[in-house]
């Protein structure tokens, strides 16, 4: 019962991260899933491994990392271009 609830809890997490992520958000998206993917992850390692959805994980923190690599690059981009 523990378990059930504590997987759902990860599949919320993930799918949160996931979607957020790839939404962007202006950024927020991408912060949102990095966050629910290394919480996620938590509860993964610490349940040793019952839980499932690591991949899921794994994605959501990937597609955080690119979304504020986006975001990164469009700042440098307004930066750069602005003084001139």
Not at 17 to 25: A, D, E, K, Q, T
């Amino acid at each position: 019962m523990i378990n059930e609830k504590v997987q759902t809890e990860v599949n919320r997490l993930v799918n949160r991260g996931i979607v957020l992520g790839l939404v962007w958000i202006m950024g927020v998206g991408s912060v949102i899933a990095l966050v629910s993917g290394f919480q996620a992850k938590k509860l993964i390692r610490t349940s040793e491994n019952v839980l499932t959805g690591k991949k899921k994980a794994n994605q959501s923190i990937l597609i955080g990392i690119l979304g504020l690599l986006v975001w990164v690059v469009i700042i440098i981009f307004i930066l750069k271009y602005r003084r001139n």
